[in-house]
């Protein structure tokens, strides 16, 4: 166990130094400020060809599940499947003594590292230490039209997420293959990221709208999430008659309360999304099953928010700015 240690603490420090050299100001800047940044390079190439190669084994072997999107209903929740997205998360027990996997083993024991690395270069984040604080979760899409549809990764209340980081494994991706990551910063013009190898995405869980474009060819990634102790405060989760006026746009667009409205002033876009994810990937119908309900739960979650008339004229304002910055 020693020497397995002594190994992992080896390991550690040349991937934690990469991310420390590859994640200068000027990014930690840029993410603070934009709320994203792409780093390119972010382990190397000998490393990231590593996490490929373990990936991939973890799919072939079969510890990969399906993927599935849980919708919060009055109900209780709902349960959909991704079709052809496969995943593993490192908190599985039965993920902890596989040796083929080694590099992302360490990666999820020894993520602290990157944790006091982020909270030295950006201290607002406040991101928390310990493995119950973060997430690794590994993901192999098979193609086929699978994506993902408009979300938040902390969309409010109880998820403490407060950071993202995307890492790309593809070394064969070319133009045509799809798969690309589109973020949607609010009221901002969409910026489309294609998932080149060894390539990272940062952003703030709770501010940055995001969805994966139809992939038509194999897509490995791994993200990892870190809890904040800086997220869904009062002021993140409430939104204010204060907040529904012209002079405060600047406000909500800055900040986590524009998941209450974003679902309304992108309604569109959403349902697109849903359409693609649960209705045309994989030879999929929109007559489907889960088609049908995704766009159920949309729509009453439009309804629960436009009930109220302010609530209805500050939507329509904000969808009118939209055209003047796409």
């Not at 201290?123 to 086929?144: A, I």
């Not at 910026?191 to 995001?210: E, K, N, Q, W, Y």
């Not at 009930?307 to 329509?316: A, D, T």
Request: glycine share 8%; net charge negative.
């Amino acid at each position: 166990d020693t020497c397995d240690d002594a190994v992992m603490a080896a390991e550690k420090d040349g991937w934690c130094a990469a991310v420390e050299e590859k994640v200068t100001n000027e990014v930690s800047k840029e993410l603070l400020e934009k709320g994203f940044a792409i780093v390119d390079g972010i382990f190397g190439k000998e490393t990231s060809g590593v996490f490929q190669d373990q990936l991939e084994w973890l799919h072939k072997n079969g510890h990969m599940l399906p993927n599935h999107v849980q919708f919060q209903t009055s109900g209780g929740p709902v349960n959909l499947e991704k079709p052809n997205i496969f995943e593993a998360d490192m908190h599985d027990g039965k993920l902890s003594n596989l040796e083929e996997i080694a590099l992302f083993r360490q990666l999820f024991e020894n993520g602290d590292a990157l944790v006091n690395f982020f909270n030295t270069s950006m201290p607002t984040l406040g991101l928390k230490e310990g493995k119950k604080h973060r997430t690794v979760k590994l993901q192999y899409n098979n193609g086929g039209g699978a994506c993902f549809p408009w979300h938040y990764d902390n969309p409010s209340r109880p998820n403490n997420r407060g950071l993202t980081m995307l890492v790309y494994l593809n070394s064969d991706w070319a133009e045509g293959h799809g798969g690309e990551l589109e973020l949607l910063p609010f009221l901002e013009p969409k910026v489309t990221i294609p998932p080149l190898m060894d390539r990272a995405v940062l952003f703030r869980s709770d501010r940055i709208l995001h969805r994966v474009l139809p992939s038509q060819s194999k897509r490995l990634c791994f993200t990892i999430w870190f809890d904040s102790a800086m997220v869904n405060a009062d002021d993140d989760v409430f939104l204010k008659a204060k907040h529904l006026q012209p002079t405060a746009v600047e406000t909500v667009k800055h900040s986590p309360l524009q998941r209450i409205l974003s679902r309304a002033v992108y309604r569109e876009e959403y349902e697109e999304s849903l359409l693609e994810c649960f209705g045309h990937a994989q030879g999929g119908s929109v007559e489907s099953k889960a088609c049908k309900i995704s766009l159920k739960l949309h729509n009453a979650h439009l309804q629960g928010l436009l009930k109220s008339e302010q609530v209805v004229e500050f939507v329509e304002y904000l969808r009118h700015l939209k055209p003047l910055v796409s």
